[in-house]
């Protein structure tokens, strides 16, 4: 079992293009988006997502793309 600090770091490291693809496509009830873990991603996810232009963040959901 990871700890908090390692999944913080786990979190910090991913690319927005790789919290998307997570977020959209992780089964229901995954641990990355429960508690304080699920606190923590959503808000890196909108830190790292207000970083980078609207066309960067469509070209993002486009390459992960939906099932």
Request: charged content about 35%; proline content about 3%.
């Amino acid at each position: 079992m990871k700890t908090k600090k390692e999944i913080k770091k786990q979190i910090d490291e991913m690319t927005y293009e790789s919290m998307l693809s997570l977020w959209r496509f992780a089964p229901v009830g995954h641990p990355m988006f429960q508690g304080e873990t699920g606190d923590y991603y959503a808000k890196v996810m909108r830190e790292k997502a207000a970083k980078i232009t609207d066309s960067e963040r469509v070209a993002a959901s486009k390459l992960v793309g939906w099932d």
